[in-house]
């Protein structure tokens, strides 16, 4: 059974860091491409970040892209998400989603909340 | 990039049956056969229901159909039922390995 577990939400203030884990199993994690997708509170999806099964390439939605940095470590199953320069904006629930096919979300996580707060 | 275009809410009685909309460009739904559905029940992470824009994966009712005309790709809901009722949201891949989801519908059954 695929699982995802999110980790690392909570409370930052404006200007501040985070770091996302994402522990996967029930899978072989190093050939599948994975994202990170959010969802701000009473909001719909956005998506975030890709990165492919290699870690080679990676790939950002506008809105994060320079602040935000998506790794994986194929040895521990773990995809992690860099957060700086966080904004209030940025407060929202953080899911970690495998691949279904062709980069399309297919299995997610229960997600981490992330609040960007003064 | 905007989100994909779909209805804020829809509605009917159970046995019914449901279309939600999801309107993109000639860059994004129109341009790939890589459309997913998802279902997202209240405080619950979404749950795949239709992928590559037809297909459904295992374990997934029949009662779920997916299809797609030009800029626009559709959801139907068969034979509705109250456990259907939920956000709907369409995704896209977009090019460059880019993603787009849509603005979310919420499904009320009557």
């Known amino acids: 059974e695929v699982q995802l577990v999110e980790s690392g939400g909570g409370l930052v203030k404006p200007g501040g860091s985070l770091r996302l884990s994402c522990a996967a199993s029930?899978?072989?994690?190093?050939?599948?491409?994975m994202n990170w997708v959010r969802q701000a509170p009473g909001k719909g999806l956005e998506w975030v970040s890709s990165i492919s099964s290699s870690g080679t390439y990676t790939y950002y939605a506008d809105s994060v892209k320079g602040r935000f940095t998506i790794s994986r470590d194929n040895a521990k199953n773990s995809l992690y998400l860099q957060m700086n320069s966080l904004r209030d904006e940025d407060t929202a629930v953080y899911y970690c989603?495998?691949?279904?096919?062709?980069?399309?979300?297919?299995?997610w996580g229960q997600g981490t909340l992330v609040t960007v707060s003064s | 990039q905007s989100a994909l275009t779909q209805p804020a809410s829809v509605s009917g009685s159970p046995g019914q049956s449901i279309t939600i909309s999801c309107t993109g460009t000639s860059s994004d739904v129109g341009n790939y056969d890589l459309v997913s559905w998802y279902q997202q029940h209240p405080d619950k992470a979404p749950k795949l229901m239709i992928f590559e824009g037809n297909k459904r994966p295992s374990g997934v009712s029949n009662r779920f159909s997916g299809s797609k005309s030009g800029n626009t790709a559709s959801l139907t809901i068969s034979g509705l039922q109250a456990e259907d009722e939920a956000d709907y949201y369409c995704?896209?891949?977009?090019?460059?390995?880019?993603?787009?989801f849509g603005g979310g519908t919420k499904l009320t059954v009557l």
């Open positions: 995704c896209s891949y977009a090019g460059s390995t880019t993603l787009i």
């Open positions: 029930g899978f072989t994690f190093s050939t599948y491409n």
């Open positions: 989603a495998r691949e279904y096919s062709s980069w399309l979300p297919g299995y």
